[in-house]
């Protein structure tokens, strides 16, 4: 069974950091792009970050470019996305989801923020950015 399990949400002051992680089992993540999701209750889900097969290639939503840091560790198996500088706006569910392209194949899609481009997904981890 493929699966991506997220970890490291919480509750964290405005101005502070988490990290959340992404594991996969049941498959490598090698030749798969990653992608970081976040949704609000009664919103849609949008696209928040993007790393290549490699981890050479990656893209952010405007709203956290600068704050947010994406990597991979493909010998882990494992995805992680770095949020500093937390924003009572951050607060929300986040999702990590993988993106099959097969071998050899290292790029961010050009709409990596397509929901159905994604398979499978992990199943979400709260953060909380409040005072």
């Known amino acids: 069974q493929l699966q991506l399990v997220e970890s490291g949400g919480g509750l964290v002051q405005p101005g502070g950091s988490l990290r959340l992680s992404c594991t996969a089992s049941g498959f490598t993540l090698d030749n798969y792009a990653i992608g970081w999701f976040r949704q609000a209750p009664g919103a849609e889900r949008e696209g928040v970050s993007c790393?290549?097969?490699?981890?050479?290639?990656?893209d952010y939503a405007d709203s956290v470019k600068g704050r947010f840091a994406v990597t991979r560790d493909n010998a882990k198996n494992t995805a992680y996305l770095q949020m500093n500088n937390l924003k009572p706006e951050d607060t929300d569910v986040y999702y990590c989801?993988?993106?099959?392209?097969?071998?050899?194949?290292?790029?961010?899609?050009?709409?990596?923020?397509?929901?159905?481009?994604?398979?499978?997904w992990g199943q979400g981890t709260q953060v909380t950015v409040s005072s």
């Open positions: 989801a993988a993106h099959f392209l097969g071998g050899g194949i290292d790029y961010i899609p050009p709409e990596w923020d397509t929901l159905r481009f994604y398979d499978p």
């Open positions: 790393i290549s097969a490699s981890g050479y290639n990656k």
